[in-house]
């Protein structure tokens, strides 16, 4: 029950949210679909392993039907955990891509102030970058990024 009401309350923050659309509050409704992205996508894997206990129950004795229900219920909860997690990784995405936005908005709010050593603009700065590492953080243990090399930059010798 105390799901329901938080996700009831995450859904209340969204709407509310969604009216304003500062970098901050895109961040914190990212925020939000980022946590009931998670939640989605850990349920279905419950679903994905129920129904795999489903398909491992068959036996010699169970009919073609019960099979067929089985690989239903298996293929049902695969194609709702493939969604899930897709728009678990969008939601990520769009939170990282605001944290960025938020840092690049302070960083030229800085950069104004032509009075300021680098060590004071550093200060100011230096919080403004957790938020931008963190979701960076979030988003690369999602992703594998793969660095490709060009072959042609290569020295032939």
Same mark, same amino acid.
Do not use: H, W
């Given at each position: 029950?105390?799901?329901?009401?938080?996700?009831?309350?995450?859904?209340? %923050?969204?709407? *509310? #949210?969604? !009216?304003?659309?500062? /970098? @901050?509050?895109?961040?914190?409704?990212? =925020? &939000? $679909?980022?946590? +009931?992205g998670v939640e989605a996508v850990c349920a279905a894997q419950a679903d994905v392993d129920?129904?795999?206990?489903?398909?491992?129950?068959?036996?010699?004795?169970?009919?073609?039907?019960?099979?067929?229900?089985?690989?239903?219920? %298996?293929?049902? *909860? #695969?194609? !709702?955990?493939?969604? /899930? @997690?897709?728009?678990?990784?969008?939601? =990520? &995405? $769009?939170?990282? +891509?605001?944290?960025?936005?938020?840092?690049?908005?302070?960083?030229?709010?800085?950069?104004?102030?032509?009075?300021?050593?680098?060590?004071?603009?550093?200060?100011?700065?230096?919080?403004?970058?957790?938020?931008?590492?963190?979701?960076?953080?979030? #988003?690369? !243990?999602?992703?594998?990024?793969?660095a490709v090399e060009d072959d042609s930059m290569k020295d032939p010798s």
């Amino acid at each position: 029950m105390s799901s329901l009401r938080v996700l009831s309350a995450a859904l209340a %923050l969204g709407l *509310a #949210l969604a !009216a304003c659309q500062s /970098a @901050e509050k895109k961040a914190a409704m990212d =925020e &939000v $679909k980022v946590a +009931r992205g998670v939640e989605a996508v850990c349920a279905a894997q419950a679903d994905v392993d129920d129904a795999v206990v489903a398909v491992n129950a068959l036996t010699a004795e169970s009919t073609v039907a019960e099979a067929e229900k089985a690989g239903e219920k %298996l293929n049902n *909860a #695969l194609s !709702a955990l493939n969604k /899930a @997690e897709d728009q678990l990784v969008k939601a =990520e &995405v $769009k939170e990282y +891509r605001d944290q960025v936005e938020i840092f690049r908005q302070a960083v030229n709010d800085v950069s104004k102030n032509k009075n300021l050593t680098l060590a004071e603009a550093a200060d100011q700065l230096k919080g403004k970058a957790a938020p931008v590492v963190a979701a960076r953080a979030q #988003l690369a !243990a999602t992703s594998v990024c793969v660095a490709v090399e060009d072959d042609s930059m290569k020295d032939p010798s």
